[in-house]
């Protein structure tokens, strides 16, 4: 097994919370983490967008990559919310156990 992050953002810390929360008592995830808000623009339907964004990483094992994806899609207010997982190189075998034993 490997840890993986997957990264995403969204509007507000309440719906941080509301998908950190499904994300961990479903137990897809072993620890969610979000900070102070960001700006992004970006491309939307054909219109450059400007606007607050807090951004969320998902710690989890690699093969629960695809349940983090369907829980944040069916949780997220946007249609098309950005999702990006990250492997880890490497990692403290104390906390890979940590993780494992947690979602396991």
């Known amino acids: 097994m490997a840890i ?3 990264y995403t953002t969204i509007d507000t810390v309440k719906n ?12 897809y ?12 623009m970006y491309w939307w339907e054909g219109k450059l967008e400007k606007s607050s964004e ?4 998902v710690k989890t094992l690699d093969h629960l ?3 983090v994806y369907e829980a944040i899609r069916e949780n ?9 997982s ?5 990692s403290d075998t104390r906390y ?4 494992e034993k947690v979602l396991t």
């Open 16 to 27: 941080a919370e509301k998908i950190a929360d499904f994300l961990l008592q479903s137990k």
């Open 29 to 40: 995830a072993a620890c969610v983490n979000w900070g102070q808000a960001l700006t992004s």
């Open 65 to 67: 990559e695809s349940l």
């Open 86 to 90: 990250f492997k880890a190189a490497g």
């Open 96 to 99: 890979l156990a940590w993780l």
């Open 76 to 84: 997220h207010p946007y249609a098309t919310p950005c999702l990006v």
């Open 54 to 57: 807090i951004p969320l990483i």
């Open 4 to 6: 993986i992050f997957v």
